[in-house]
């Protein structure tokens, strides 16, 4: 069985720096696709950056790109995203995922693990 835990969110300051960590256990996660998810109050999840399974490709967001960064320690069965100069509408709920292909892909359906979420809240 696979289990996802992520931690490191809080409240931040707008033009604040965080970075969030999921930590995976149950199996190697060195074969899959890693990304990241975000949920606002009221709003579908969506899509926030993916890293294939050797950190090669990485796919962002167009609402993030530039300030978020994506990678993974496949030695610590763990990935991170680095977010810099948050904004208000980075408030959200922040789930790592997994999926069983080597390819990252921004389909929430194609991911097949799932975390619990990490609440990301920043103060204007």
């Known amino acids: 069985q696979v289990q996802l835990v992520e931690s490191g969110g809080g409240l931040l300051p707008t033009g604040g720096s965080r970075r969030l960590s999921c930590v995976a256990s149950?199996?190697?996660?060195?074969?899959?696709?890693m990304g990241w998810f975000r949920q606002a109050p009221g709003k579908e999840r969506e899509f926030v950056a993916a890293?294939?399974?050797?950190?090669?490709?990485?796919d962002y967001a167009d609402s993030v790109k530039g300030r978020f960064t994506i990678s993974r320690a496949n030695a610590k069965n763990t990935q991170y995203l680095q977010m810099n100069s948050l904004k208000p509408e980075d408030t959200a709920v922040y789930f790592c995922?997994?999926?069983?292909?080597?390819?990252?892909?921004?389909?929430?359906?194609?991911?097949?693990?799932w975390g619990q979420g990490t609440q990301v809240t920043v103060s204007s």
């Open positions: 890293i294939a399974w050797n950190g090669d490709t990485t």
């Open positions: 995922t997994a999926r069983r292909n080597r390819a990252p892909i921004r389909m929430e359906s194609e991911y097949e693990y």
């Open positions: 149950g199996r190697t996660m060195s074969s899959y696709a």
